[in-house]
């Protein structure tokens, strides 16, 4: 059983920066960040496949900063540049085996947060 509690999320105008953690319970293969704006389905963001290898949704790549800390057990997604329509609730995600596609709105990833509201006033 993985648990994950997202933090970190706020207001802030595009062009600004922030943060967002995920305190995760355990060891999982994939973590990953997905993002559902208002009105839309849920999407992508980053992943971490494994202890080093990194992957990223086009609309953030040079923008977003997927990271971890593993003694603190803690995933981030540093934002910059953000954008209006970054708006979005947030999760984190995980999935203990290996096959967890950014692609398909989260299918087979197995847990998840409950979600940080970002936006981004124009």
């Known amino acids: 059983q993985v648990q994950l509690v997202e933090s970190g999320g706020g207001s802030v105008q595009a062009g600004g920066s922030l943060r967002l953690s995920c305190a995760v319970s355990?060891?999982?293969?994939?973590m990953g960040w997905f993002r559902q704006p208002p009105g839309k389905g849920r999407e992508g963001v980053a992943k971490?496949?494994?202890?080093?290898?990194?992957y990223y949704a086009d609309s953030v790549k040079g923008r977003f900063t997927i990271s971890k800390d593993n003694a603190k057990n803690t995933l981030y997604l540093q934002m910059n540049s953000l954008k209006p329509e970054d708006t979005a609730m947030y999760y984190c995600?995980?999935?203990?085996?290996?096959?967890?596609?950014?692609?398909?709105?989260?299918?087979?990833?197995?847990?998840w947060g409950q979600g940080t509201q970002v936006t981004v006033s124009s």
């Open positions: 995600a995980a999935e203990p085996g290996g096959d967890c596609p950014l692609a398909g709105g989260g299918r087979g990833w197995a847990y």
């Open positions: 355990g060891s999982p293969t994939c």
């Open positions: 971490f496949v494994g202890p080093v290898i990194t």
